[in-house]
C-alpha cells in the first residue's frame, strides 16, 4: 500500500500535467516558427510615415483611414525579421500570420505588402501604389486597421511588412 505522501505527490504530478496541457489556458496559441506575436509599442519615423502617407493617400480617395493595431505590427515584425533572416522580400508563411490575427485580433480578412531595399517611406509606398496588387491593398475600403515593421540588416537594406486587417 502507498504511503500518505506518494500517493500525494502522484496526485500533484498528473494534476500538473492536466492543467499545462490543457487548452482553455488562455486561448492564445503561437506559432513555433519564428515569427510570433511581439508587442510593438513605438514606431519609428519611417513606419509613421509610410502609414501617414498610406492614410493621406486614401483620404484623398474619400476612403476611411485605418488605425493602427499594435498586435498586428508586432505580427509584421515577425515576418520583416523572417525575410532579413532568408535575405529576400516575400509573403512566405501568410497563411499563418493571417490565421493568428484571425484569431487573436479577430480579424475577418488579412492582407499584406512587402518590399525590401527602399530607403524612404515615400519610395516604398511609390512602388506599392505603382503596383496593381498592392495598390488594390492600400485602396481596399474593406479594411479597419493596420500594422508595420521596418527593419534594417546588416548591410543596411530595409525590409518592410505592412498588414491590413478588416475587424
Not at 22 to 47: G, P
Not at 61 to 87: E, F, K, R, W
Not at 137 to 146: A, D, M, V
Request: contains cysteine.
Amino acid at each position: 500500500m502507498k504511503t500518505l505522501p506518494a500517493t500525494i505527490l502522484s496526485l500533484v504530478l498528473f494534476s500538473s500535467v492536466l492543467i499545462s496541457c490543457s487548452k482553455d489556458d488562455d486561448e492564445i496559441y503561437f506559432s513555433k516558427n519564428v515569427e510570433t506575436i511581439v508587442e510593438k509599442k513605438s514606431y519609428s519615423a519611417i513606419e509613421l510615415e509610410i502609414l501617414n502617407l498610406v492614410n493621406n493617400h486614401r483620404k484623398t480617395l474619400n476612403i476611411s483611414t485605418l488605425n493602427t493595431l499594435d498586435l498586428i505590427s508586432g505580427v509584421a515584425n515577425g515576418h520583416t525579421n523572417y525575410m532579413i533572416s532568408q535575405g529576400k522580400a516575400s509573403h512566405d508563411n501568410f497563411a499563418e500570420r493571417s490565421h493568428t490575427l484571425i484569431t487573436t485580433a479577430n480579424a475577418n480578412n488579412v492582407a499584406e505588402n512587402v518590399a525590401f531595399g527602399y530607403s524612404t517611406a515615400q519610395g516604398t509606398v511609390n512602388a506599392w501604389l505603382n503596383s496593381s496588387s498592392h495598390k488594390s491593398i492600400i485602396e481596399s475600403p474593406n479594411f479597419t486597421h493596420f500594422g508595420i515593421s521596418t527593419e534594417c540588416d546588416g548591410q543596411g537594406r530595409n525590409y518592410f511588412t505592412h498588414i491590413f486587417i478588416k475587424k
